[in-house]
């Protein structure tokens, strides 16, 4: 059995806040298949834990969906500590890119969310970071180019995926390249 801790973060072009990205319907879609239009917004923090089977290992995902913790510019140790991955959530409806160019390029070794607010200092060097573009259905109200954060990821080396939590596109994709990549780098 391997054990994957994972921390949802979101990047918002809101300073403060960070709701509203798709975390938590992310992660819903993931373990239980649902979504909800009108998804009640997360307080503090909630954790989520799904078991699967994945070349023929048994990897139990703990996933702890965070909300709001940038407003005191830091997150709790108990959200990353020990965390494998952390998936960067923006809305490709609502992301100014500007702040992404903005953004420091080590994010592996910690994950900050705009150039003024560094938030998790991950201790793990190997932090796996996947940058997600959430809200994938929403094409007639896209901000943000599906390129431009390929590219963004693609400098940063982070692994990038384009999403719908409301059509479930990628959703899977997304959490099983987090569980093949961090098996395959044991
Ligand atoms: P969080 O604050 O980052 O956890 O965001 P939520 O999961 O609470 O989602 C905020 C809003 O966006 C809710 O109304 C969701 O129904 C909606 N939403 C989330 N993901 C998607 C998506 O992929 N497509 C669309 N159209 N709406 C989404
Ligand atoms: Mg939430």
């Not at 975390?23 to 078991?51: C, N």
């Not at 290992?57 to 703990?62: L, P, R």
């Not at 969906?65 to 965390?83: F, H, I, K, W």
């Amino acid at each position: 059995l391997l054990y994957l801790n994972i921390i949802l973060l979101s990047l918002s072009q809101v300073l403060l806040g960070d709701m509203g990205t798709g975390k938590t319907s992310l992660v819903l879609r993931f373990v239980k298949g649902q979504f909800y239009d009108y998804q009640e917004s997360t307080i503090g923090a909630a954790f989520f834990t799904q078991v699967l089977s994945l070349n023929e290992a048994t990897i139990k995902f703990d996933i702890w969906d965070t909300a709001g913790q940038e407003r005191y510019y830091s997150l709790a140790p108990m959200y990353y500590r020990g965390a494998a991955a952390a998936v960067v959530v923006y809305d490709i409806t609502s992301m100014d890119i500007k702040h992404l160019t903005h953004y420091p390029s080590k994010l592996g070794a910690y994950v900050a969310f705009n150039d003024k607010l560094c938030i998790a200092v991950v201790e793990n060097p190997n932090l796996v970071t996947v940058l997600v573009a959430n809200k994938a259905d929403l094409a007639t109200k896209r901000l943000v180019e599906n390129e431009v954060g390929e590219q963004y990821a693609k400098e940063n080396g982070l692994l990038f995926f384009e999403t719908s939590a409301k059509t479930a596109q990628n959703v899977n994709e997304l959490f099983y390249e987090i569980g093949d990549y961090i098996s395959y780098h044991l």
